[in-house]
């Protein structure tokens, strides 16, 4: 059973405007969330992270909002930009940090310009 | 520059011939793990390590093995690949416990193995 979810394999944007990528999560245990970027050929690299204790992070163009009651996350990008195109991706860790990440599937990033 | 560093970037093999990916971080972190990206499936977990002589299944373990000799590398051994292990392969490395939260993990840039 997927503990973390992302329920949208692609999004399309166009230049400018704003990207919402989201992730839904089954696991009660887990309080902290990150977000990967991954272009191709390349490994996925750290983007974001948040914690339970907060319900929002921001960092630049980047901003990552949870709802804890309603187990869900979503990462907001203003302004996208053609650069901001790749895979996301969202993770999930308990509160030891002692077991694996939980990775969704991923989110396709098209910025259009 | 801090980095996990994986060999070969690609491979092309045959059915049944053993091969090995090699992993190695320069950043001493105690936790290495493997995945592989498949269209569709993300990111699955093939195993793990949290420690030197400590290793445990993922989600995906079955044709694999791994060991963990010394802090540093990680190799992924595949005994007798298989036409279904063609995939996209990444190591990760990442400090033990809470920091694991704060930094998440450092990947490899990966490896695209095709099985024939």
């Known amino acids: 059973d997927q503990q973390v979810k992302q329920n949208s394999p692609s999004l399309s944007v166009q230049e400018g405007r704003i990207s919402i990528l989201n992730c839904d999560y089954t696991?009660?245990?887990?309080?902290?969330f990150l977000w990967y970027k991954k272009y191709p050929a390349e490994g996925p690299t750290f983007l974001i992270s948040?914690?339970?204790?907060?319900d929002k992070n921001e960092d630049g163009r980047f901003t990552v909002f949870l709802n804890k009651s309603a187990k869900h996350l979503s990462l907001h990008i203003v302004p996208s930009q053609p650069g901001d195109s790749a895979v996301y991706f969202c993770?999930?860790?308990?509160?030891?940090?002692?077991?694996?990440?939980?990775f969704g599937k991923g989110t396709r990033l098209s910025v259009i310009a | 520059e801090a980095q996990v560093t994986q060999n070969p970037r690609y491979l092309i093999t045959v059915t049944g011939k053993k091969l090995t990916v090699t992993c190695s971080q320069n950043?001493?972190?105690?936790?290495m793990s493997w995945y592989r990206q498949d269209p569709g499936l993300g990111l699955r977990q093939i195993y793990y390590?949290?420690?030197?002589?400590?290793?445990d299944k993922g989600d995906v373990p079955e044709g694999y093995k791994v060991s963990r000799k010394e802090k540093r590398n990680f190799p992924l051994i595949l005994e007798s690949p298989s036409p279904n292990q063609t995939s996209l392969y990444f190591c990760?490395?990442?400090?033990?416990?809470?920091?694991?939260?704060?930094?998440?993990?450092?990947f490899g840039s990966g490896t695209r193995l095709t099985v024939v």
């Open positions: 950043m001493n972190h105690e936790y």
């Open positions: 390590s949290m420690n030197v002589e400590v290793t």
């Open positions: 948040i914690s339970s204790i907060k």
């Open positions: 696991n009660s245990m887990f309080d902290y």
């Open positions: 990760a490395s990442s400090p033990q416990g809470t920091a694991q939260k704060f930094y998440g993990y450092t």
């Open positions: 993770a999930a860790s308990e509160y030891s940090g002692n077991t694996p990440l939980v």
